[in-house]
């Protein structure tokens, strides 16, 4: 969540930044009940300080009465004990109201990022060509050509938003999978396999509740009484993983990756942008995350972006990147540079990527600090993430940019040793 401390001491430049993402009069509200809450508490804290100093002294003067053989002062009577016992169910009160409203409001989205939707996106780079294809194809008819995805018993084994890869499209599948393993191992992140069931703790930290409680799929309260949620990313487990840390300095910037399939609510469209393997209730994705000192986290932003474009541009396909404006990169993040794909039957890019920062937002969270060496004071680390990558984009992406006029679809050279195959032809 947001430094109180910053929201104290410049609440302008707190509500000019979120004004990019909010509307400006739900921005000044919220941050009034913040600082109206942080006053509370405040005056509380030092109401009972002040109390239970009084108390200290009261006992004291008490014990050396009665050493000195005098007459001590009587204690304080039952009542006023339980005056501070409300006064500090009163703090806690207000610091979980205050927590509360702190954990709605979105990150403060960098300097280089403007306001608006998808509309104020800006392309940044653009990397080859799009293919030549006189008649386009789209993935699903070629995928059913090829004999790769069964849609139909996909829905009848999950229900709407649900595929199953068959033959070639399972082992085309597995290939990306093992390669993308390969190739981030190359790049010195660290392999993680974490739990696919998560506590609801880990998708605070994230950022992803209370916001975005409903997106995901929750285990009942009988099955699951301290809350349990299917992850629908491995971002939310490799950051939960270290919750409550303090992180070796000496090994920041820290690296990991993992392989999870992703669950989602979200709904599986039908019109041709969101068809097949585009969108569904589960996917496969390799999900990259750093953790970082705070002077570290602009070139490992940097880092992350070329990493993932490298991917992409091995693959041999086209694409371009872009930087999100606000209101279209998650609220955890202050800035996100997605890696788009060019699918031929639609005329348009699609994300295999999102690379973001986070700043210290999902530090704070989620309780992650380092300590400066010889130091004794903690401070929160940076947090950046990116799929590296998701593979049911880059499937139809292959499958469509790589069509060939005999039906076919060429294989990428760096998964025909893992696939036995250079081509895919159709099923006779």
Not at 74 to 100: F, G, I, N
Not at 405 to 412: K, Q
Request: charged content about 25%.
């Amino acid at each position: 969540m947001l430094d109180m401390e910053l929201i104290r001491k410049d609440r302008e430049a707190v509500a000019t930044a979120l004004a990019k993402r909010l509307d400006p009069a739900e921005v000044n509200r919220a941050l009034d009940e913040i600082q109206r809450l942080d006053q509370e508490r405040r005056a509380l804290i030092t109401e009972i300080d002040a109390e239970r100093q009084r108390r200290k002294a009261e006992a004291r003067a008490y014990a050396e009465a009665k050493r000195s053989g005098g007459t001590p002062e009587p204690v304080a009577p039952e009542a006023e004990r339980k005056q501070l016992a409300e006064l500090e169910s009163q703090l806690d009160e207000v610091q979980s109201r205050l927590r509360s409203t702190m954990s709605e409001l979105p990150n403060l989205p960098a300097d280089d990022v403007v306001a608006g939707g998808k509309e104020a996106n800006q392309v940044v780079r653009t990397f080859g060509e799009p293919p030549a294809i006189e008649k386009v194809r789209d993935h699903v008819e070629l995928s059913k050509a090829l004999g790769l995805v069964d849609h139909e018993r996909g829905v009848k084994l999950g229900g709407s938003g649900f595929w199953m890869y068959t033959g070639m499209g399972a082992r085309l599948e597995w290939a990306l999978v093992n390669w993308l393993i390969e190739q981030n191992i190359q790049a010195g992140y660290e392999f993680l396999l974490p739990p696919h069931l998560l506590l609801d703790s880990a998708g605070f930290a994230a950022g992803q509740f209370p916001k975005f409680y409903d997106d995901v799929y929750h285990l009942d309260k009988q099955s699951a009484p301290r809350g349990q949620f299917l992850l629908p990313t491995a971002e939310t487990a490799i950051l939960g993983a270290f919750q409550d840390e303090i992180l070796e300095t000496a090994r920041l910037p820290m690296k990991a990756f993992a392989y999870t399939p992703c669950y989602r609510r979200e709904a599986a469209g039908s019109h041709s942008d969101e068809r097949g393997t585009v969108r569904g209730h589960q996917f496969n994705k390799v999900e990259v995350f750093q953790f970082t000192l705070p002077e570290q986290a602009d070139s490992a932003l940097a880092e992350m972006v070329g990493h993932v474009e490298s991917l992409v541009g091995k693959l041999g396909l086209h694409f371009q990147t872009s930087l999100l404006a606000a209101g279209d990169a998650s609220a955890a993040m202050r800035k996100t540079l997605d890696v788009e794909v060019w699918m031929p039957s639609m005329g348009k890019y699609k994300e295999v990527s999102s690379v973001s920062w986070g700043g210290d937002y999902q530090a704070r969270r989620a309780a992650i600090r380092y300590r400066e060496p010889g130091g004794k004071q903690t401070r929160f680390v940076h947090t950046l993430n990116g799929s590296a990558l998701a593979t049911s984009r880059l499937f139809p992406a292959i499958l469509e940019q790589f069509q060939q006029a005999d039906g076919s679809v060429l294989v990428p050279e760096v998964l025909r040793d893992k696939l036995g195959a250079d081509r895919l032809t159709p099923v006779r």
